[in-house]
């Protein structure tokens, strides 16, 4: 049924064989703007301007970043839907994209069918980790003394609905385990009361997670992403640590109003990902905590679909759905 689902999902999100083929000689013939949800010097922001400036060389017009904070980022995602599907106006789709649209059927567009998907470009790997009192090593250690201590073990989110709040509920989901939610409005304090231990667990951005574990202040377990993270290379995947096809990042990818034609957004495609391979952008994105990632349209869609299934997963198991 999954199998499906994310079939279905991944279609929508490409649309290429519905596409206009049309022909991109001449595009792009003036600067193209690129929207964002979140506010100046953001993880999405950065993402942006550091691989939109590089595009920018590729494609010989500016790529202009335009930030329009608010609702999740889809304040932003709105402009671009109501765009000309002519590839000049784009958006920087994230992962709170897709647990927007889990969680609530009253969004103003729908996602999946709204955009089409150009890119992948940077991800923040997730972190896990617990505070050392709790006596574990590794993901089975802390899932066996999860289901020994049942709705006792406590887990700090950044935020209801966020990658994180629900990347933990997966696990629970995944090993049959319960663990209390404590909700906090952003990463600084709910690091700061991890490291305190006044709660237990959090995932956490790799970014702002590592500097601890690296101290040891808190005890790393793993990591959600699919490989090995550059910035926590020690840890092992969720993965290898005992929970399969269990994948959990904040990621970031270029996308593009539905009905831009095939050859326009093979072009933006074919810029941004030589960007991702310039061995100044990895820099200086691998220097911010990001992995440059990179990938057809097909796979970015791809990706999009196997999260819009697995964090429905999650939301409808943490009781988020409207």
């Known amino acids: 049924m999954q199998r499906v689902a994310v ?20 595009f792009p013939s003036r600067p193209l703007r690129l929207l964002i949800g979140f506010p100046p010097g953001s993880a999405a922001d950065i993402t942006a301007r ?8 590729t494609l010989g017009q500016q790529v202009v970043v335009e930030s329009r904070p608010g609702a999740g980022s889809s304040i932003a995602a709105e402009s671009v839907v109501r765009a000309p599907p002519d ?8 992962s709170s994209n897709v647990t927007n649209a889990a969680m609530s059927s009253t ?11 150009v890119t992948p470009l940077t991800g923040l790997p997730l972190i896990l980790a617990v505070h050392p009192s709790l006596g ?15 709705d006792e073990l406590t887990y700090a989110s950044v935020g ?4 994180p709040h629900l990347s933990t509920e997966l696990i629970g989901v995944r090993a049959n385990v319960k663990l209390v939610h404590v909700p906090y409005p952003g990463s600084p304090p709910a690091v700061t009361d991890l490291i305190a231990g006044r709660v237990s667990v959090m995932f956490g951005v790799a970014s702002t997670m590592m500097p601890h574990v690296e101290s040891g202040r ?25 929970l399969p096809d269990f994948e959990a990042s904040v990621w970031f990818g270029l996308m593009a109003p539905a009905g831009t034609p095939r050859a326009v957004v093979d072009k933006l495609a074919a810029a941004a990902n030589k960007a991702l391979k310039s061995d100044d952008v990895v820099a200086k994105l691998r220097a911010q905590g990001f992995e440059p990632l990179g990938g057809s349209p097909e796979e970015f869609a791809q990706l999009i679909a196997r999260d819009m299934v697995k964090w429905s997963e999650a939301a409808k198991t943490a009781g988020l759905q409207k």
């Open 50 to 57: 550091v691989v939109g400036d590089s595009m920018s060389q």
């Open 7 to 26: 079939l279905a999902l991944t279609l929508a999100l490409t649309g290429l064989a519905a596409l206009p083929q049309g022909r991109a000689d001449d």
């Open 107 to 117: 969004l103003r567009f729908d996602f999946a069918k709204d955009f089409v998907a």
């Open 218 to 242: 808190i005890k790393g377990l793993a990591s959600g992403s699919a490989q090995r993270p550059h910035i926590a290379p020690n840890l092992p995947t969720m993965m290898e640590a005992g």
């Open 136 to 150: 574990v090593s590794s993901l089975k250690e802390l899932i066996a003394l999860a289901k020994s201590k049942p």
């Open 160 to 163: 209801v609905g966020t990658v």
């Open 87 to 94: 590839g000049y106006t784009l958006y920087i789709g994230t």
